[in-house]
């Protein structure tokens, strides 16, 4: 069993693949390039809010590997953030807003941020992060509602901030391939970063020296080529066409716990040991290989 862009959720009776590797055992590999097993090998394949960050022109090909490293038969288990659920819930905020309803202008901020934020964002967090670690969340519940484990796990961190205790913090950044390909710069510039490439962190303040006013396009065109941003969205019928284009068959939208893999919800991918579902907003489709 084969579990891409794992992050921090992998188990050790899995092949666990991450860019880059988070843990014991977790294989660090791009799988823009391809992934980096032969044909046939796995029984399933299993990624988790990875497919959104793939720029749309990538996902086929992407999805194309996933057919083939599968076996004949075998499963392919997709979850992203839920376009469709989210526009409902975006409409129904918006509406109970307008009709001046008791704290869905706060719902409807949320849902704003949910669509949007993670698109047009350029540093880490964005205006998300802003809103989950205020000292105060007016609509909480609503918010971990939809979001789960995670934004949970960001609220208890910045209260934890507040008071000064220690906070465990994981980067959701998978980091940055190529630096320079955001923005006109010199030839000549390039190269003499490439001499510095490997040297100390002074190298940054070299570049920043070079670029001057223009090195706060290229921060924020390093982010913009990291992993964190959403580069195209799916509902289950745009996401079901694409495995259907991609050689996949019966294709199916699933619950967090309903699967066609033996013992599903025993793995604690989709859902957390007290059996709450881990990203509530999420898209859960399968099919066969």
Same mark, same amino acid.
């Given at each position: 069993?084969?579990n891409?862009g794992?992050?921090g959720?992998y188990?050790a009776d899995?092949v666990? =693949?991450?860019?880059?590797?988070t843990?014991? *055992?977790v294989?660090?590999?791009?799988?823009?390039? *391809?992934?980096?097993f032969?044909d046939?090998?796995?029984?399933? =394949?299993y990624?988790?809010?990875?497919? /959104?960050?793939?720029p749309?022109?990538l996902?086929? *090909?992407?999805l194309? /590997?996933?057919?083939?490293v599968?076996k004949p038969g075998?499963?392919i %288990?997709?979850?992203?953030?839920?376009?469709e659920?989210? @526009?409902r819930s975006?409409?129904?905020?918006? $509406?109970?807003?307008?009709?001046g309803?008791k704290g869905?202008?706060?719902? !409807?901020?949320?849902?704003m941020? $949910?669509? !949007?934020?993670?698109? &047009?964002?350029?540093?880490s967090?964005? #205006?998300?992060?802003r !809103?989950?670690?205020?000292?105060?969340?007016?609509?909480? /519940?609503?918010?971990?509602? %939809?979001? *789960?484990t995670e934004? %949970?796990?960001?609220?208890?961190a910045?209260r934890?901030?507040?008071?000064?205790?220690? &906070?465990?913090?994981q980067? @959701? =950044?998978?980091?940055v391939?190529?630096l320079f390909?955001?923005?006109?710069?010199?030839s000549?510039?390039k190269?003499i970063?490439?001499m510095?490439?490997?040297?100390?962190?002074? +190298? $940054? +303040?070299?570049?920043q020296q070079?670029l001057g006013? #223009? !090195? $706060? &396009?290229?921060?924020?065109g390093?982010?913009?080529r990291g992993? /964190?941003?959403h580069?195209w969205m799916y509902?289950?019928y745009s996401?079901?066409?694409?495995?259907?284009?991609?050689g996949f068959k019966?294709?199916?939208? %699933?619950?967090?716990t #309903?699967s066609?893999i033996?013992?599903?919800?025993?793995?604690?991918?989709?859902?957390e040991?007290d059996g709450?579902?881990?990203?509530p907003?999420?898209l859960?489709m399968e099919?066969?290989a």
């Amino acid at each position: 069993m084969l579990n891409l862009g794992c992050g921090g959720r992998y188990r050790a009776d899995w092949v666990n =693949v991450n860019f880059p590797s988070t843990g014991p *055992g977790v294989i660090a590999a791009n799988l823009i390039e *391809g992934i980096p097993f032969p044909d046939a090998s796995f029984d399933v =394949v299993y990624h988790s809010h990875l497919l /959104e960050h793939i720029p749309k022109p990538l996902a086929w *090909g992407f999805l194309k /590997e996933c057919h083939r490293v599968l076996k004949p038969g075998g499963i392919i %288990r997709v979850v992203v953030p839920d376009l469709e659920a989210m @526009t409902r819930s975006y409409l129904e905020a918006l $509406e109970k807003a307008r009709a001046g309803k008791k704290g869905w202008d706060y719902n !409807y901020d949320w849902m704003m941020l $949910e669509m !949007y934020d993670q698109v &047009v964002r350029d540093q880490s967090g964005g #205006e998300m992060a802003r !809103y989950l670690l205020g000292a105060s969340i007016p609509n909480e /519940e609503y918010v971990i509602g %939809r979001c *789960g484990t995670e934004v %949970r796990n960001m609220i208890v961190a910045g209260r934890r901030s507040r008071s000064g205790a220690p &906070v465990a913090t994981q980067s @959701t =950044v998978s980091g940055v391939r190529k630096l320079f390909d955001v923005i006109p710069v010199h030839s000549f510039i390039k190269q003499i970063y490439g001499m510095f490439r490997k040297s100390g962190g002074w +190298k $940054e +303040k070299l570049v920043q020296q070079l670029l001057g006013s #223009e !090195y $706060e &396009v290229l921060q924020a065109g390093r982010f913009r080529r990291g992993g /964190e941003i959403h580069k195209w969205m799916y509902d289950s019928y745009s996401l079901g066409r694409l495995l259907l284009t991609c050689g996949f068959k019966s294709v199916a939208v %699933r619950s967090a716990t #309903e699967s066609c893999i033996s013992h599903w919800s025993s793995q604690n991918l989709d859902t957390e040991p007290d059996g709450s579902v881990y990203k509530p907003d999420s898209l859960f489709m399968e099919a066969l290989a």
